[in-house]
Every structure is written in structure tokens, then in C-alpha cells.
């Protein structure tokens, strides 16, 4: 929301991981809290009496999750922050795991999980699952939307196999060969142990709580003119997905926009000097800076797929976003004299992405030809794909698929009799540079 003075109101999301003090910005507006008690340790049976048997033990709890929306508060105050550290695990048989620490914000508390109790577990089953954050996805911990809060661990086993711990992180539990496993995410329970009974007892060790949070959404009024502008991309490759959101606070958009690439042709009468048989063509590469969009508009989008299997030629298919549409690249095609036309591919103009994915350098070629076959002075001969990605042709055996973004697949030719196939195209992608108001 912009105002009349210039001012703006921002949301910021703070991560608290560690005891102290949290002072409330003077500028703040509003305050909604969420915070998870530490997940408790997992707990040890009873010792069997009976050699060669197995008990099976209780997993930890997970913490408890609070959410408060609008907490009151005052601008400037200073708020003590307690977060709960994760329950130890029992050591000796018939004994409980150790409860979570209580996470607490001012007068808020979020309880640690119960420790796995002592005694043996008649009836032993998998973790259920946490609670979701309601902020959504938060970047700067690799916390993602689908992620859950205080799971509870996975109980012990009498069987080889482990039970599981609830989503996400959760100990699973130990079982007649493996020791449980520690949780390794906010707020949920170590896996319970497992004790086999021989001369002396064999403890298959419970698993650790792990410790509590606090993830408070800060909504702040600043001048906009004091709000760093940042530069975010996403990459858009699953080709079932079907619109993109416009975050917040955004204030300008850039689209690199690649078709999927086209399949090779085949043939199998590749046998007169000048014959050939082309790969695919790489796909329709675009680049826009600056679309027009409005908040948090809804972009249609869809991204071109791999080219079907196919002994003949297949068009690669479309990407598009919003109004903007990239054909796939051309199909395969057999024809005589000259050559046919091969190219590399384009560079993206956003350089170096490959701290968001390894693959996207930026010496990395989008939409490049596949290679082709060629009959010449009585010879056939198969040219390697283009860069980056282009599949090889072949005169034996299968062509080469595309292997990068828009690039085309093989062609395949033989001079006469069977032939193998020609290589796919591959899809396409989508990558989105925009600039958003954010607080650091």
C-alpha cells in the first residue's frame, strides 16, 4: 500500500534462532508471531527377559506451534525471546527421553514436546506430521511453504523395518539393525529406540529433539526511497505449472523465454552424394525488459515440452508467458545438396545463474540445433549437436536427445534397411528477473 507521503508499508519476515532480546522497530505497524517449541528425545523400552527378543520404544514429541496475528505491542519496546533447545535421548533401558525446551515470545509460549516415555510400546507406528508456517516460504533459512513444524518422531521397532518420522525432519525410530535418528528440523522429535535382548542388551539408540523458532512478520511504514531494490529471478522449468505471481513490492519485470527444441528426422535412404537428414531446430528464444504488469497480477504461462517419440520430425512445442509467445524449434527434415542449417545457441542476459542452478552458466547456450547426417563421396557421416545441448547425429543406433533448454535432437539416417530412432527435443524454460522493495 503506497501513501501520500511517500510512504510505504513492507513486510519482513525475521528469523530467531537463538535467546535475547528483540526490540520492536519504530516503525512498525503490525507484529504476527510464530514460534515452535523444541521437540522432545526419544525414549528406551523395557528390557526383555526372553534371549533373542526385541522391544520397541517411544519417539519424541514434537512442539508445540503458535500463531498470533496482530500481537500488540509498543514501538520500541524490548520483547525477551526464550528459544526451547531439543530434548536429549534416553540411554538405558526403560527410561523416558528428555522433553523440548518452551519457545516463548513476551507472554506467548509455545510448549517443548514430551520426552518418548519409559517402557515398551505394544503398539509402535510412524511420526504424524507438523504444522506449516502461514508466512509461506522463507529464503533465507531454505524454508519452503510445504515445510511443517513440530513433527513427531518415529516410534521404535521390533521389525527390520524403521518407522518413519513425520514431515519434515522428524527422527525415524530405530529398528532391530540401525540406532533412531536425530530431528533435524524446527521443533521436531527424535526417533524412539530399540533394545535387543542376548546375553546382555543391545540398545539401538533413541534420536535427539530438535530445538524450537521464532518467525515473526514485521510490517513496517518507510519511505519507499529508502527501501533497497532487489534483484530476484525465478526459473521456471516444470512444464505442468500454469501461472506466476507477481510478489509484492515489485517494481520491475524481465522475461527470457526459450520454446522447446524440435526433434530429428530419420531415414534410411541416406545414399546419394548430398543426401541428408537434419536434427531438430533449437527453439524460439525471447527476450523482453520491463514488461508492463500490475500488483500481484497472475501471468498464464506454460512451458514447451520434450517433442514425443518419434522416427520422423516432430515440431518442438511453444513456451509462453502472458501475452508472449515462443514457437518450438523446427522439425527434422531430409533433403539434398548443400547442408543443413545448424546454429548454437543464444546466451541468456542475465549471465550467471548457477547459484540457483548449477547447469545455468553463463557460457551455457539455450536453443541449439541438433546435429545431422550427411552422405558425401559415398560415405555417410554423423555431426555432433550444437552448443549447448544439440543431440549428435547417427548413422548407427539411436540419435542423440537434446540435453539443454530448447535444443534440438538428432537426426538419423542409414542408406538403406532398418533405422534407429532420431534424437528428441528438448523443453523449454522460463526465466524471470524482477526487482522487489524488500528490507534486508
Known sequence: MLFASGMIEVAQLVVIKSSGIYIVPANTVKLDVFL????????????????????????????????????????????????????????????????????????????????GTAGTN???????????????????????????????????????????????????????????????????????????????????????????IVILKVTRMIKESEIPLVEKFEIITDISRTSWTVPDNTKKIDIFIVGGGGGGDGSNSVNTNGDWVSGGGGGEVLYVEDISFTKNQIFELSVGDWTALSYGGEKGNPTTFGEYTVAGGEAGKESNGGYPYTKDGTL??????????????????????????????????????NKTGGGGGSIKGNAGNGTFYGSGGGGMGVSSGQFSRPGRGYQGIIIIRYYVRELE
Open 348 to 385: 541468456c542476459p542475465f549471465g550467471d545463474l548457477s547459484h540457483i542452478d548449477p547447469e545455468l552458466t553463463a557460457t551455457t547456450k539455450y536453443a541449439a540445433t541438433g546435429g545431422y547426417v550427411r552422405y558425401s563421396n559415398g560415405e555417410l557421416q554423423g555431426y555432433s549437436g
Open 122 to 212: 505394544s503398539s509402535p507406528s510412524i511420526g504424524s506430521d507438523g504444522t506449516a508456517c502461514p508466512f509461506g516460504d522463507i529464503e533465507s533459512e531454505a524454508v519452503t511453504s510445504s515445510d511443517l513444524f513440530g513433527a513427531n518422531g518415529g516410534d521404535g521397532s521390533t521389525t527390520t523395518t524403521a518407522n518413519v518420522g513425520g514431515n519434515t525432519g522428524a527422527g525415524k525410530g530405530a529398528n532391530r539393525s540401525t540406532a533412531a535418528a536425530n530431528a533435524a528440523f524446527y521443533g521436531a522429535g527424535g526417533g524412539g529406540g530399540t533394545i535387543y535382548r542376548t546375553f546382555s542388551n543391545t540398545i539401538r539408540n533413541p534420536g535427539l529433539g530438535y530445538q524450537g
Open 36 to 115: 515452535v517449541g523444541a521437540g522432545g528425545g526419544g525414549g528406551l523400552p523395557v528390557a526383555s527377559t526372553s534371549y533373542g527378543s526385541y522391544t520397541a520404544g517411544y519417539a519424541g514429541e514434537g512442539g508445540a506451534v503458535v500463531y498470533q496475528e496482530n500481537m500488540p505491542f509498543i514501538k520500541g519496546e524490548e520483547i525477551n525471546v526464550v528459544i526451547g533447545q531439543g530434548g536429549s535421548a534416553a540411554t538405558t533401558a526403560n527410561n523416558a527421553g528428555n522433553k523440548g525446551g518452551d519457545t516463548s515470545f513476551g507472554t506467548l509460549i509455545a510448549l517443548g514436546g514430551n520426552g
